[in-house]
C-alpha cells in the first residue's frame, strides 16, 4: 500500500521514486491503542501527527480537571508548535481517542528532507499556514458564539465526532458542563 503522505503529495505534483522513497523514510506509519499517549505534560514535542484513521484528543490540565482544546481526525496534524518550535516542555497531551493509525512527522527528519528535496519545504510551509488559517477561523468562532452555536457548528462542520468521543469531552471541548450539553440536546430535539 502506498504511503499516506506520498497519496497526499502526489495529488500536487508529481513525485520521483527518489522522492517517494525519502518521504516513506522520513514518516513512518504507526498504530496506537485507545488511551495512548502521544504527548505528555511536561515533554518537549520532537513529533506531529497526521492522522490516517482515528481520532487525537488534544487536553490540558486546570486545576487537576482535563479541558480538552482540540480534535485532530482524519487527514488533520496534531502538532504542539509552542513546544516543538521552542524547545520548551508542553502544556498539552495528546491522547488516541480510539484505535489510530498516523504518519509520524519528526521535525529534524523533515528539515533533513527538506536539504535533500527542497521543493518539499514549500509544500510544507502552504500546509502548515492553511491549517493555521482553518484554527484561527475556529478559534473565532469559537470566541463569539454561544453554547448552542458553538454545538450547532460542531454538528456542521463535524458531525461524526458526535458518534465518536464520549459527551463529557465534547462538553469540555465546547467550553461547557456536561448537563448544558444535555440541555442544548434536549432542547434541539424537542425543537425538531
Known amino acids: 500500500m502506498e504511503?499516506?503522505?506520498?497519496?497526499?503529495?502526489?495529488?500536487?505534483?508529481?513525485?520521483?521514486?527518489?522522492?517517494?522513497?525519502?518521504?516513506?523514510?522520513?514518516?513512518?506509519?504507526?498504530?496506537?491503542?485507545?488511551?495512548?499517549?502521544?504527548?505528555?505534560?511536561?515533554?518537549i514535542a520532537s513529533d506531529a501527527f497526521f492522522v490516517i484513521e482515528g481520532c487525537i484528543r488534544e487536553y490540558e490540565l486546570s486545576d487537576g480537571v482535563e479541558v480538552t482544546t482540540a480534535f485532530y481526525t482524519e487527514n488533520q496534524s496534531?502538532?504542539?508548535?509552542?513546544?516543538?518550535?521552542?524547545k520548551i516542555p508542553s502544556s498539552k497531551y495528546f491522547e488516541c481517542s480510539e484505535?489510530?493509525?498516523?504518519?509520524?512527522?519528526?521535525?529534524?527528519?523533515?528539515?533533513?528532507?527538506?536539504?535533500?528535496?527542497?521543493?518539499?519545504?514549500?509544500?510544507?510551509?502552504?500546509?502548515?499556514?492553511?491549517?493555521?488559517?482553518?484554527?484561527?477561523?475556529?478559534?473565532?468562532?469559537?470566541?463569539?458564539?454561544?453554547?448552542?452555536e458553538r454545538y450547532l457548528q460542531l454538528l456542521q462542520e463535524r458531525p461524526g465526532l458526535i458518534h465518536r468521543v464520549p459527551q463529557y469531552q465534547l462538553a469540555s471541548y465546547l467550553g461547557i458542563k456536561p448537563e448544558t450539553l444535555s440541555r442544548i440536546r434536549k432542547k434541539m430535539a424537542t425543537e425538531k
Open 99 to 148: 484505535k489510530t493509525t498516523v504518519a509520524i512527522l519528526n521535525g529534524e527528519k523533515e528539515k533533513a528532507l527538506y536539504q535533500s528535496h527542497p521543493r518539499f519545504e514549500r509544500f510544507c510551509r502552504e500546509g502548515m499556514e492553511q491549517m493555521m488559517g482553518t484554527q484561527q477561523k475556529t478559534l473565532s468562532k469559537f470566541i463569539v458564539s454561544g453554547p448552542k
Open 78 to 86: 496534531a502538532i504542539n508548535f509552542n513546544s516543538q518550535v521552542n
Open 3 to 43: 504511503h499516506i503522505l506520498v497519496q497526499f503529495m502526489s495529488q500536487l505534483t508529481a513525485l520521483t521514486q527518489e522522492e517517494s522513497i525519502a518521504i516513506e523514510k522520513s514518516f513512518p506509519i504507526r498504530t496506537y491503542e485507545k488511551g495512548h499517549h502521544l504527548l505528555k505534560e511536561g515533554r
